[in-house]
Each structure stands twice: as structure tokens, then as C-alpha cells.
């Protein structure tokens, strides 16, 4: 039976830690420092240094939630990489898709929608033909 984290988790998995990986990942993605980071969400410099080596694999909800409206990382995927099942079944938006979108005004993000509708109506009353991809314009 797997064993369900803990808070006081403090586990030395060191860089192969999946929450020290992607914490990492996304403060550099973002080009912050680990000082930058603490001033924007208040999330204290040496424990965010503790996550990212791995001595921390599990981060109260109320830490989570302000490093994840810094990095704008989906909530889900750090409770994945903690080791928590979630329903989102490990498919995520990409990040910066996710920034496109936010970006659009309501009336554009509903042409999005009303055109990935169409998509997919297309797809299914035409299984075996696909729809041409333009990469670029």
C-alpha cells in the first residue's frame, strides 16, 4: 500500500525529488531568484531553498497557493509531484498556452472556445481524417 505524504514529510530525495524538480523548474522559467521569490509571495528564502533540494516533499496548501500564483504553475501538477493522486490525470495545459489565453479578451477566449468546439465536432463526425495543422503565419 503506498504511504500517503505528510506535511512533516522531510524526505533527503535530494534532486530526484519531483516537487524539488519542478519548483526549480518554474522559478527558472520564470527568471527569479530565490530572493525575488520570497519578496512576491512572502515564502521564506531558505525554505523555498529546502523544496528545491529536496528536503521538503510537501508543502502546506497556504505556501502551495502563493508559489503558484507567483510561477502561475496549475495547483494540480505540485499535488501530483508530492505524491497525491489527483483527477487531472497528468495532462496538463501548457503554460504558456495558458498564458495566451489569459491574455485574450472574454469575447476572444469565447471565439477560442466556440472554434475548439467546431474542432471537435469536426473530429467526430470525421474520425479518420485530420484536420490540417497551419505552424506558422
Given at each position: 500500500?503506498?504511504?500517503?505524504?505528510?506535511?512533516?514529510?522531510?524526505?533527503?530525495?535530494?534532486?530526484?525529488?519531483?516537487?524539488?524538480?519542478?519548483?526549480?523548474?518554474?522559478?527558472?522559467?520564470?527568471n527569479?531568484?530565490?530572493?525575488?521569490?520570497?519578496?512576491?509571495s512572502g515564502?521564506?528564502?531558505?525554505?523555498?531553498?529546502?523544496?528545491?533540494?529536496?528536503?521538503i516533499?510537501?508543502?502546506?496548501?497556504?505556501?502551495?497557493n502563493r508559489?503558484?500564483?507567483?510561477y502561475g504553475?496549475?495547483?494540480?501538477?505540485?499535488?501530483?509531484?508530492?505524491?497525491?493522486?489527483?483527477?487531472?490525470?497528468?495532462?496538463?495545459?501548457?503554460?504558456a498556452?495558458?498564458?495566451?489565453?489569459?491574455?485574450?479578451?472574454?469575447?476572444?477566449?469565447?471565439m477560442?472556445?466556440?472554434?475548439?468546439?467546431?474542432?471537435?465536432?469536426?473530429?467526430?463526425t470525421?474520425?479518420?481524417?485530420s484536420?490540417?495543422?497551419?505552424?506558422?503565419?
Open positions: 500500500m503506498a504511504r500517503k505524504p505528510s506535511f512533516a514529510d522531510t524526505s533527503s530525495g535530494g534532486d530526484n525529488s519531483r516537487l524539488a524538480q519542478k519548483m526549480r523548474q518554474y522559478r527558472e522559467r520564470a527569479l531568484t530565490q530572493t525575488d521569490v520570497e519578496r512576491l515564502v521564506r528564502r531558505d525554505y523555498l531553498s529546502s523544496i528545491e533540494l529536496g528536503r516533499s510537501v508543502v502546506y496548501p497556504e505556501t502551495l508559489l503558484r500564483r507567483v504553475f496549475p495547483g494540480w501538477e505540485m499535488l501530483d509531484a508530492m505524491g497525491y493522486q489527483t483527477d487531472a490525470g497528468g495532462e496538463a495545459v501548457e503554460p498556452l495558458l498564458a495566451i489565453i489569459r491574455a485574450l479578451t472574454p469575447e476572444q477566449q469565447r477560442l472556445a466556440d472554434m475548439a468546439k467546431a474542432t471537435l465536432r469536426f473530429q467526430s470525421a474520425p479518420n481524417k484536420m490540417p495543422v497551419s505552424t506558422g503565419g
